[in-house]
């Protein structure tokens, strides 16, 4: 048994296909365990990737969904009330006294911001996990075929070994 040359090969030998009707998942793998390459980790080629507003947008929506974000926001939304409406509001200074107009202005002007760079970052992510699940596909696949080969090479071992077992009779007739 000698070791395919061709990804036409190994599509028959380990597919039952011609090259031709492939999917294009399958040809990759095949050119893959042709070329003998490694398979590659998806989260690190994609982070090589992004762009400057797609790394921006992954901090973004790290930060914004973080219980420390809510916290600290908590704080300063409630100290902002506070200041306006007892502390400065006493001293005839308030800048934002109830019901906290500017404070309103702010918060819609933040949520109107920061959601469409959420939304970026959800986004990449759901392509990423789209690529990460090819991928994973295609990782299957290879070691599914690689399997395969090795059963064929085990397989091939047994019967060569079995005949040189045989009594010289046996083995001439």
Do not use: C
């Not at 000698?2 to 095949?30: H, I, Q, W, Y």
């Not at 502390?87 to 200074?93: A, F, T």
């Amino acid at each position: 048994m000698t070791t395919p040359r061709t990804v036409d090969d190994l599509a028959m030998e380990l597919l039952g296909k011609s090259s031709d009707a492939l999917s294009a998942a399958e040809r990759r793998v095949l050119e893959r365990i042709h070329k003998r390459e490694t398979t590659q980790d998806i989260g690190v080629v994609h982070e090589e990737s992004a762009t400057f507003g797609e790394r921006l947008s992954d901090h973004v929506a790290a930060v914004g969904g973080s219980w420390g974000f809510i916290i600290a926001f908590t704080v300063v939304l409630f100290g902002w009330m506070i200041l306006n409406s007892q502390i400065l509001n006493r001293m005839g200074m308030a800048f934002d006294p109830y019901p906290f107009i500017f404070l309103n202005l702010l918060l819609s002007t933040l949520a109107a911001v920061q959601a469409p760079i959420i939304m970026m970052s959800q986004n990449r992510q759901a392509a990423k996990d789209r690529t990460a699940a090819a991928h994973d596909y295609e990782v299957n696949l290879r070691a599914e075929l690689e399997i395969l080969r090795l059963h064929e090479k085990v397989n091939h071992l047994i019967e060569q070994v079995g005949t040189l077992n045989r009594p010289d009779e046996e083995r001439s007739r």
